[in-house]
């Protein structure tokens, strides 16, 4: 069974920065598909960045392309979210995913991909809140 843990969310002045950790575990999956998705009250979650693991590509949606990085950190088996220039449209919760394959490239070339993303991933995390004020 495939476990998922975030951890790191938190509270912080916008400009200032973040970061969530994903600690995951029971899966066989040589070379997973991982991602942050983000979503807000009454809101579909949306796939904020995903990674494809061992070497793979990572693609981010607009909102936080040049702010947010995500990697991977195989010896620990975790998916790193480093959030800098943060913002309070950043307010939501953040859950972090993974899935054997994710979403293909078909998908990923849409031109708003991750409000598709979620339908790619089985596995969920509890999330973890971040809320970031003005």
């Known amino acids: 069974q495939v476990h998922l843990v975030e951890s790191g969310g938190g509270s912080v002045q916008a400009g200032g920065s973040l970061t969530l950790s994903c600690q995951f575990s029971?899966?066989?999956?040589?070379?997973?598909?991982l991602g942050w998705f983000r979503q807000y009250p009454g809101k579909e979650r949306e796939a904020v960045a995903i990674?494809?693991?061992?070497?793979?590509?990572?693609h981010y949606a607009d909102s936080v392309k040049d702010r947010f990085t995500i990697s991977e950190d195989n010896v620990n088996n975790m998916v790193i979210l480093q959030m800098n220039s943060l913002n309070p449209e950043d307010t939501a919760m953040y859950y972090c995913?993974?899935?054997?394959?994710?979403?293909?490239?078909?998908?990923?070339?849409?031109?708003?991909?991750?409000?598709?993303?979620?339908?790619?991933?089985?596995?969920w995390g509890q999330g973890t809140q971040v809320t970031v004020f003005s």
């Open positions: 029971g899966h066989s999956y040589s070379n997973p598909c």
């Open positions: 990674i494809h693991t061992g070497g793979g590509s990572s």
């Open positions: 995913a993974a899935d054997s394959e994710g979403p293909g490239p078909g998908l990923l070339s849409g031109e708003t991909w991750w409000t598709q993303a979620q339908k790619s991933f089985n596995y």
